[in-house]
């Protein structure tokens, strides 16, 4: 069976994004911030680099004693506490998070599905980005 577009020329990849920055990946085995991914999801969990800019902002201000692994903690758990389902795959949530700027208040999209293998990833973003 032909495909509708025909061949795919190029696929930018999960792993390339992730080499690039263009994703973050909490679930690496060595970081901080993969047990708590695992306490909270068994998929492997990655997110913008947007999201990571304001969570960055917010663990470099030295007023509020924040970490990449308590931020994601709050995040993950407000997906599944007070996340809105936008469609199966598709969750919006609020998340307060002291010090990342004048805002406390932020809304993050939480997105399941399959990565470069197929497998099942969640992929967290700001609710503007794909």
Request: charged letters at 20%; aromatic letters at 10%.
């Amino acid at each position: 069976m032909n495909a509708i577009f025909g061949d795919v020329i190029y696929a930018y990849t999960r792993a390339q994004a992730i080499e690039d920055g263009v994703l973050v990946d909490f679930s690496y085995p060595e970081s901080d911030t993969a047990p708590v991914c695992r306490q909270h999801y068994k998929f492997p969990v990655a997110a913008t680099a947007a999201v990571f800019e304001v969570m960055q902002k917010a663990v470099d201000n030295r007023n509020y004693c924040n970490s990449y692994a308590g931020i994601l903690h709050d995040m993950l758990w407000m997906s599944r506490a007070a996340g809105r389902k936008l469609d199966e795959s598709t969750v919006v949530f609020p998340v307060i998070i002291a010090g990342a700027g004048r805002r406390r208040n932020f809304e993050f999209k939480l997105v399941v599905g399959p990565g470069d293998q197929g497998e099942l990833v969640i992929t967290i973003m700001l609710p503007h980005e794909d």
